[in-house]
């Protein structure tokens, strides 16, 4: 199961996390442990420690059941997460979501040729959603043309900014690949990419004139709609802005490419 490892290994620090907030209680808990006892609808409290009669706590002392009865549950807790610490960490020690892929992509390159894969690999799969072609929007008359170092057409100085980050990186992208938004029609994402993780489209959408109210109005219409299509910010949807006064950066650029892509 693909992105199996990530869940198990933030679920692993989900448990750590528990596991270090059960044990800070245990730190200024009592010794012992609490007994309760019901008849006639009256509850009382003992206090256990060496045996398990336990001495009778006066109602007065309201705060040590309550330490008592946390403690026990803290173990309890502790114990838990700790049984399945230890499975994770037994499962993620040798397991990687690609194990299956890599059997192929281990053979060498003679012997590859020779075998089909039980599964598209990952890079076949990237190879193929690249080569499928797509109607871009076309360029008004009149408008600056912009080329990107890998000889594309863009429309900005950041959108060449950022087309040329992928290109050194070798991210592969597409440029302006239509979309169809329910509610709203057809919008042309900046950069459209391929997530090998999700094996979906993921998209990447520059605003470039903030400080403009109108345009500010259309690129906040444009991302509602993106999130009643089911595409949120941080999922599919990466959204860089910009003004006159705050500039698109390369530091921010490499910090969402380095989280997202």
């Known amino acids: 199961m693909r992105g199996l490892k990530q869940m198990l290994l933030q679920e692993q620090k989900y448990l750590e996390n528990i596991v270090n907030k059960a044990k800070a209680g245990l730190s200024i808990a ?3 442990h609490l007994r309760i006892s019901k008849d006639k ?3 009382r409290y003992y206090h256990c ?3 398990n009669s336990g001495i009778y706590i006066p109602k007065s002392d309201k705060y040590l059941p309550q330490r008592l009865a946390q403690k026990t549950y803290n173990l309890t807790v502790i114990k838990k997460a700790e049984v399945r610490l230890k499975q994770i960490k037994k499962i993620t020690k040798d397991y990687s979501d690609d194990e ?5 992509t281990s053979l060498h390159a003679d012997r590859q040729a020779l075998v089909t894969p039980v599964e598209p690999t990952a890079k076949q799969l990237l190879d193929a959603w ?3 072609e797509y109607q871009r929007k076309e360029f008004q008359e009149g408008t600056a043309v912009i ?3 890998k ?3 863009v429309r900005s100085k950041s959108e060449k900014i950022l087309a040329d980050f992928f290109y050194r990186r070798n991210i592969l992208y597409k440029y302006e690949k239509p979309l169809y938004l329910r509610g709203y029609g057809t919008v042309y994402p900046d950069f459209t990419f391929w997530s090998k993780k999700t094996g979906q489209e993921f998209y990447w959408e520059h ?3 903030m400080d403009k109210p109108e345009y500010a109005r259309a690129a906040i219409r444009k991302i509602e709609s993106y999130q009643k299509n089911d595409i949120y910010q941080g999922d599919r949807l990466i959204l860089t802005f910009e003004t006159e006064q705050s500039v698109l950066n390369t530091k921010t650029i490499e910090g969402l490419v380095n989280k997202y892509l």
Request: glycine share 12%; net charge negative.
């Open 147 to 149: 080329l990107t170092e």
């Open 207 to 209: 605003e470039g004139m």
């Open 49 to 51: 420690t060496e045996d």
């Open 41 to 43: 609808n009256k509850i």
């Open 130 to 132: 690249y080569a499928e």
């Open 151 to 153: 000889g594309e057409r």
């Open 30 to 32: 009592p010794e012992g």
């Open 100 to 104: 299956i892929e890599e059997l192929f």
